[in-house]
């Protein structure tokens, strides 16, 4: 079994550093599908734009997905509906659209990244939750949407709704041919260390160059920085388990659930083998269990030959945050917070900065801006994302208790964690987050230290994979 995302079996070769100082339009940080999808919408423009990738393109969240393209999204328009009906319409015609623009994307460049058309399932098996879904199906018909109720083979449920005009497809292939195609304008393993702002320019500095830029799009999935956006305070971390199986045969199907445990798979079929993708459970930060036990519960059913976890931000008004981070500033521009939907929000984030950028009407960024109206439901959630950070700092120095492998002490008079391997090799790191200081977890699957807090992730020797943390945790 391969302890890692099947989509990763596809990399490509490295680009080009940031090896010299370079004055540009466009500064991207970031080389997931948002920030990559921001470079597309500025090809021909007439700006000159680039990209900055820590690592490789596609290397964070955009490659350990399950790669749906999708509107039927879990209980999202549920959810964004008990706070207003307006809001979750527009929602799901942004989705819709996003769907449509991904899809014509990928055919009109004739992309070779497995894109097929796929029937998508949302169901229970819950007598409670029936009701939702009959709202949920409502909803989508008042909408105009083409929404059936329908059974869904191989499955236990009650009821299923089924829409047809969705997809599937592999998303580092994608990432890939985005990143082969602009690849004069993407830098790798360059990573954005600061950015300070004067004179109507922002300095941003990378490999200890300087890249001057009119407009900063900070497209890293989580801000490294605390100020002035405060992510933590408007959101948690959802982590989830998937696996991957090789099946005989595939069917155009693509589901998840509205219950717990969620309950989310779709199939893969390459040139030579076909795969059931599958994710059981997710978690908040506030109720990770023992990350060992989750991937055992998740391959005990069925032996997957690949296995690996995600993690993703979820805002407390349950819609992504797309646009200006400061009012009345076009200049430095975010796009976060997917609520595990960032395939489609990845690519219209794209769409809706550049727009921002290129003074061009866009129907969607009142919806999406960071400065939204606050609303009842925001409040409420406030406090619960608040201890939910608070529940997983106190959790993360209690959950290695039980790993013999795992020794928490001090060398040097600085905190360390240690993780023993099966050859009895020691490794050390620093036992706190840079970002927020929190402790950290070692995965004894994937093997990486994990943060629970806000989902910063290490290798087994301390080097940063993935944010919000910008800094590796090296000892000595
Ligand atoms: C379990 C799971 C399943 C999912 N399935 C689906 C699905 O089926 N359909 C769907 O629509 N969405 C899905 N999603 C959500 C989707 O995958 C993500 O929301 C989306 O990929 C986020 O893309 P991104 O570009 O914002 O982030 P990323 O892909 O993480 O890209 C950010 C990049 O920024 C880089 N970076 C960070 N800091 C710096 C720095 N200082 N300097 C330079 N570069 C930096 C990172 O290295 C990284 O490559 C899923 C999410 C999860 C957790």
């Excluded at 079994?1 to 339009?25: F, G, P, T, Y």
């Excluded at 779709?266 to 083998?273: S, T």
């Excluded at 005990?300 to 945050?321: E, G, L, Q, V």
Aim: aromatic share 12%; proline share 2%; glycine share 4%.
């Amino acid at each position: 079994m391969k302890n890692r995302s099947i989509w990763l079996n596809k990399q490509c070769k490295a680009l080009q550093e940031i090896r010299q100082d370079m004055e540009v339009d466009v500064c991207i940080i970031g080389g997931g599908i948002t920030g990559l999808s921001t470079l597309f919408e500025l090809q021909n423009s007439g700006l000159k734009a680039i990209l900055v990738e820590r690592n490789t393109c596609g290397c964070g969240v955009t490659s350990r997905s399950t790669a749906k393209i999708t509107y039927l999204q879990e209980q999202i328009y549920m959810n964004v509906r008990k706070y207003s009906v307006d809001t979750a319409s527009k929602y799901l015609r942004s989705q819709i659209d996003a769907v449509q623009r991904l899809k014509d994307i990928i055919t009109t460049n004739h992309v070779d990244c497995n894109l097929k058309k796929t029937a998508s399932y949302l169901f229970t098996n819950e007598e409670k939750n029936i009701t939702k879904l009959e709202e949920e199906y409502d909803f989508l018909t008042k909408n105009q949407v083409k929404v059936r109720k329908t059974k869904l083979d191989g499955v236990n449920h009650i009821l299923a709704l089924k829409v047809e005009d969705t997809y599937t497809f592999h998303p580092l292939k994608y990432i890939n041919y985005l990143k082969n195609m602009m690849k004069d304008s993407i830098y790798e393993n360059s990573k954005v260390e600061s950015i300070d702002k004067k004179d109507n320019y922002y300095y941003i500095k990378v490999n200890s160059h300087i890249i001057k830029s009119k407009y900063v799009v900070l497209a890293t999935h989580y801000p490294y920085f605390l100020f002035p956006f405060l992510m933590p305070f408007k959101t948690h971390i959802e982590t989830s388990y998937i696996g991957a199986k090789e099946v005989k045969a595939v069917k155009d199907i693509s589901a998840i659930n509205i219950d717990k445990p969620c309950i989310s798979f779709r199939y893969y079929e390459d040139e030579q083998k076909k795969y059931l993708i599958y994710l059981y459970q997710s978690f908040s930060s506030c109720n990770i269990k023992s990350i060992k036990d989750n991937f055992d519960e998740l391959d005990k059913d069925y032996h997957f030959d690949y296995i690996w976890s995600n993690k993703d931000i979820i805002t407390n008004d349950y819609m992504p945050y797309i646009g200006r981070i400061y009012k009345d500033d076009d200049t430095f521009l975010i796009a976060s917070g997917y609520n595990t939907w960032g395939t489609t929000n990845g690519s219209l984030a794209g769409k809706i900065l550049s727009d921002i950028i290129l003074k061009r009407e866009n129907p969607y960024i009142a919806l999406f801006s960071s400065h939204r109206a606050i609303n009842f439901h925001k409040v409420m959630r406030f406090p619960i994302d608040v201890g939910c950070s608070l529940k997983a700092i106190i959790k993360s120095t209690k959950e290695n208790v039980n790993n013999s492998n795992v020794i928490y002490t001090k060398r040097d008079g600085k905190n360390v964690a240690i993780y023993r391997d099966v050859q009895g090799k020691e490794h050390i790191v620093l036992n706190k987050c840079p970002h927020m200081k929190c402790g950290l977890v070692f995965n004894e699957v994937e093997m990486t230290w994990d943060c629970l807090c806000h989902g910063s992730r290490f290798t087994i020797d301390g080097e940063c994979m993935e944010g919000p943390s910008n800094f590796d945790i090296h000892f000595p």
